[in-house]
């Protein structure tokens, strides 16, 4: 089965500053997507940015954009211009896209804003 | 905006007791799905649910776990005889099957505490 892993528990970052939140997955498929994931507390998990994994160009949306390295099987969220409302849990997530449809989270960071 | 609903917000039971989670999922989705996430650990993948059965179901998924879309509105969850560790956050997803990244809608999630 395909493992994603988030090797960072927590982060905090300065508002107006720049954050990374890493991400890695292991896969042996070619064609899948990745996702990133925003939890705020008490809130639904909402979906922040895509990549499917055929498309080299990193997405972007807004503030987010991502560092995507198919070889290194990395996918990497920076969120630029941090606002106090990005305070909340990220999950990276990936699914295939031949096989299934359930998707494999990691077990998170929680982003803290400092004022 | 549409959004997929989830009650109760917190569930408490005794262990051995039967309870029900419940998902209104967005109206015209037709993929559904459920998650848990046990605290400090992964979202994991329980089982998908299309055109009125199971498409998938994980190792998770065992015989105390049945899932039924009663009405063509409801999605629910059933555990029949709750054990300790079936306490944590039960997630429920929704697709419409037609969005091009396949793009998961996710309740608030429901709270499992057994006792």
């Known amino acids: 089965a395909q493992t994603v892993t988030q090797s960072q528990p927590e982060m905090s970052v300065q508002e107006a500053e720049t954050v990374t939140l890493s991400c890695t997955y292991d896969?042996?498929?070619?064609?899948?997507?990745l996702f990133w994931y925003k939890q705020p507390p008490s809130r639904q998990m909402i979906l922040v940015i895509r990549?499917?994994?055929?498309?080299?160009q990193n997405a972007t949306e807004n503030r987010f954009s991502v560092n995507f390295q198919k070889a290194a099987k990395s996918f990497s969220l920076k969120i630029s211009d941090s606002q106090l409302g990005d305070a909340a849990m990220y999950f990276c997530a990936y699914r295939s896209a031949n096989t299934g449809n359930q998707f494999y989270f990691g077990t998170g960071t929680s982003l803290t804003v400092i004022p | 905006e549409p959004e997929v609903t989830q009650t109760p917000s917190h569930q408490v039971t005794q262990m051995g007791q039967e309870v029900i989670l419940r998902c209104v999922p967005i109206s015209n989705h037709l993929y559904f799905y459920w998650y848990r996430q046990i605290l400090g650990q992964k979202v994991e993948f329980l089982v998908s649910?299309?055109?009125?059965?199971?498409?998938?179901k994980s190792e998770i998924f065992d015989d105390q776990f049945s899932v039924e879309r009663p009405d063509g509105s409801n999605f629910t969850l059933k555990i029949r005889s709750t054990k300790l560790e079936d306490s944590a956050m039960y997630f429920c997803?929704?697709?419409?099957?037609?969005?091009?990244?396949?793009?998961?809608?996710f309740g608030p999630g429901t709270r499992l505490t057994v006792l």
């Open positions: 896969t042996s498929e070619s064609d899948y997507y």
């Open positions: 997803a929704s697709r419409n099957g037609l969005a091009v990244y396949n793009e998961q809608f």
């Open positions: 649910f299309y055109n009125n059965e199971i498409s998938e």
């Open positions: 990549q499917e994994a055929y498309k080299q």
